[in-house]
Structure formats: C-alpha cells, structure tokens
C-alpha cells in the first residue's frame, strides 16, 4: 500500500504496461508530476484469491545511459512502456529531460532488458546522444499486448524519420518499416498488435476510424 511499500506521495501512470504472469508492472509519479513516470511498482495478482498487492518499487539505473545527464543524473529515465515476458522485464525509456520534448527534443532513447532493481542486463536498441546538434529529434516506443514489437513512433517530421513509424521485433532484434494498404494515408498510425493482425488509427480530424490489417 501506498507509503508502506510503494512511496506515500505519487500519482499512478499506466504507461502501456504488458506482462504474460502474474507480476504487472504498474508505473507512477513522484517528486516531479508532469506526465513523464519515471518509476514502476511490481503488482502481484492472485487470481484464486482475487486480490493482488504491492511487491516492491524501482526505477532505471541512469549511471548506465550515457547520455543521461538530467540535474546530475537527480531524475531517472522517463518510462514510455514497460514488459514483463518470461520473467524478464523490458523497458523503453524516451531519454530523462525534464524539459519539453515538443520544443527541445529527447536527449536520447534507448530499449532495454533490466533486472527487478532496474540495473540494464542488455540493450536491444538505443539512439546515439540526440543533443549533440541543433535537431530535434525523439522517438518514443510502446510495446504491443502480443510482445512481439514495439511501436516506434517519431515525434518530428523533419528528422531522419521523417515522421515514419517502424516496428522493432523483439523476436528478431529487427528494424522494420511500415509498409501501410494501399489506399491508406498518412494520418493513420498502428497502435496496437494481437494474434496476426495490427489495428491502426486514423487520425483524420474529419474521419477516425480503427483499421485491422494482417501482416504481408
């Protein structure tokens, strides 16, 4: 409960969690409440008893980013989504600027497998330092509910993304672009992966509608 396990003063954020277990990682504000989480509690679901309680908190070790040099390292890495999958948990963290994004860019982003106290055992993507020019750049990373991909989705047009989505395949360590139907536009995005197809969402002001498509 709050203040016994988890830290009396925080505001829950869901941020896209997935897990195939029991443990589901549930992720939260405290100290600074801008949007951005910047740790996670570890949730354990009994579903014969219909109850669940908190485990324990953590957060990204920020010595092991590079390019993290928020306040001195003061703040963790920022949480974009967070995987539980073979009892291994996976994250992907849109760099640690408490600045805005929208306006100055990520400083970097990165997708790792952590252990329980957050420390980095492999990085499976990750961006050079993103400030080391006068571009802005970012790309924030969701992971889909098959935990088969993350969505990569760029939060500029005029970066080498040209504002592209592409698909990370956590089987593979892939790289993958997008290839939308034939008749699709551009405002329309994938959000989502489950069993073979992908749902995507059309973003036109006039006209929003949820697609499905199978993969090629």
Known sequence: MFGQILPPKIRLQYANPVSDSTIFPVCFEKDTFDGSPRYWGVL??????????????????NT?????TEQEKKY????????VKENNIYVYTSGGSITSVNKWGMDYYSLVQTTE???VVKTLYESD??????KKKGVNGIFTSSQKYVILTPVFQSDEWKGKQKLFSL???????IELPRGVNKYVQV???????????KRDKDDKQILICKKK
Request: aromatic letters at 14%.
């Open 117 to 119: 106290k957050g420390n």
């Open 171 to 177: 089987d593979t360590k892939e790289l993958i672009d």
């Open 76 to 83: 963790p890495p920022k949480l974009d989504s967070i995987m």
């Open 191 to 201: 959000i989502q992966h489950g069993g073979e197809l992908f749902w995507l969402y």
């Open 129 to 134: 330092n993103l400030h080391k020019d006068d």
């Open 64 to 68: 092991e980013f590079p390019f993290h």
């Open 44 to 61: 354990n679901f009994d579903s014969k008893q219909q109850q669940a309680k908190w485990e324990s908190w953590t957060q990204l070790d």
